[in-house]
C-alpha cells in the first residue's frame, strides 16, 4: 500500500516525469499535492497501470489534487541541455506554476537539481511508493501521451499513436529509412542498435 507522501512535518508536493528514453517529442513532468485524505485504489506507478486506468486517474487526481501544475520541455531544448538537465528543468517549471507554495519536495529518482528555498528528497521508484508522486506519474504520463498522439497525425510513419516516441523496433527502422522529423532529438543515437530497448507495445 502507498503512503500519501515522504514526510508529515511539511506540505508536500511529489515530482515525477515521462519521456527522458524517447527518441522523440518534448520531456513532460509534472508535480502534485495531494490532500492527506486521498484515496485511490488503482493508483500506482503509471508504467504498471493500463492507458485505461491512467486516464481515468487523471481526472480524478486533477479534480481533487490541493494544486498540481505540468510542464514540458521540447526537442530542441533537450538537445541543447542534455536529457537530464531537461528533466530536472521541466519538474522546476511544473513546481512553478502549482498555485500552492509547497514546503517539501519527493523527487522521483535518485538525482535532481535543488529546486530554489524548498528541501527535497530523492527516492528511488518512489512512484511505487508514494501516493504524491505516483500522481505525478500519471499526469506527466498521460499529457505526454495526449501531445504524441496529437503530433503523431503529422508524422504517421512513426507510429507516434502506438509507440509514443520509444525506441521501438518500427520506430528507429522509420527514422533510419526517412530521416528525422522536426520533433525527434538529434543528440539521440537512433542509428545505435543499442538504443533500441523498448518493444513495439510500448505506450
Same mark, same amino acid.
Given at each position: 500500500? @502507498?503512503?500519501? !507522501?515522504?514526510?508529515?512535518?511539511?506540505?508536500?508536493?511529489? !515530482?515525477?516525469?515521462?519521456?527522458?528514453? !524517447?527518441?522523440?517529442?518534448?520531456?513532460?513532468?509534472?508535480?502534485?499535492?495531494?490532500?492527506?485524505?486521498? &484515496?485511490?485504489?488503482?493508483?500506482?506507478?503509471?508504467?504498471?497501470?493500463?492507458?485505461?486506468?491512467?486516464?481515468?486517474?487523471?481526472? &480524478?487526481?486533477?479534480?481533487?489534487? %490541493?494544486?498540481?501544475?505540468?510542464?514540458?520541455?521540447?526537442?530542441?531544448?533537450?538537445?541543447?541541455?542534455?536529457?537530464?538537465?531537461?528533466?530536472? %528543468?521541466?519538474?522546476?517549471?511544473?513546481?512553478?506554476? %502549482?498555485?500552492?507554495?509547497?514546503?517539501?519536495?519527493?523527487?522521483?529518482?535518485?538525482?535532481?537539481?535543488?529546486?530554489?528555498?524548498?528541501?527535497?528528497? !530523492?527516492?528511488?521508484k518512489?512512484?511505487?511508493?508514494? %501516493?504524491? &508522486?505516483?500522481?505525478?506519474?500519471i499526469?506527466?504520463?498521460?499529457?505526454?501521451?495526449?501531445?504524441?498522439?496529437?503530433?503523431?497525425a503529422?508524422?504517421?510513419?512513426?507510429?507516434?499513436?502506438?509507440?509514443?516516441?520509444?525506441?521501438?523496433?518500427?520506430?528507429?527502422?522509420?527514422? @533510419?529509412?526517412?530521416?528525422?522529423?522536426?520533433?525527434?532529438?538529434?543528440?539521440?543515437?537512433?542509428?545505435?542498435?543499442?538504443?533500441?530497448?523498448?518493444?513495439?507495445?510500448?505506450?
Amino acid at each position: 500500500m @502507498l503512503l500519501n !507522501c515522504f514526510q508529515q512535518e511539511f506540505l508536500e508536493a511529489g !515530482c515525477d516525469e515521462a519521456g527522458r528514453g !524517447c527518441l522523440a517529442g518534448p520531456v513532460y513532468a509534472a508535480a502534485v499535492i495531494l490532500p492527506p485524505d486521498f &484515496i485511490a485504489g488503482e493508483l500506482n506507478d503509471s508504467k504498471k497501470l493500463s492507458h485505461k486506468q491512467r486516464v481515468g486517474l487523471r481526472h &480524478i487526481i486533477e479534480k481533487e489534487a %490541493l494544486a498540481w501544475a505540468v510542464a514540458s520541455i521540447d526537442n530542441y531544448e533537450i538537445d541543447e541541455i542534455n536529457i537530464l538537465n531537461a528533466s530536472f %528543468l521541466a519538474m522546476h517549471r511544473a513546481i512553478e506554476k %502549482l498555485v500552492i507554495q509547497p514546503g517539501y519536495l519527493s523527487i522521483d529518482g535518485n538525482r535532481f537539481k535543488t529546486y530554489p528555498s524548498i528541501p527535497h528528497s !530523492c527516492i528511488i521508484k518512489g512512484d511505487g511508493k508514494y %501516493l504524491n &508522486i505516483a500522481a505525478a506519474s500519471i499526469l506527466a504520463k498521460t499529457h505526454r501521451d495526449e501531445f504524441m498522439d496529437n503530433i503523431s497525425a503529422e508524422y504517421p510513419l512513426y507510429q507516434w499513436k502506438q509507440n509514443k516516441g520509444y525506441p521501438t523496433k518500427v520506430h528507429r527502422s522509420a527514422a @533510419l529509412l526517412h530521416g528525422l522529423s522536426p520533433y525527434h532529438r538529434k543528440t539521440f543515437a537512433i542509428s545505435d542498435p543499442a538504443a533500441f530497448i523498448v518493444s513495439d507495445n510500448a505506450g
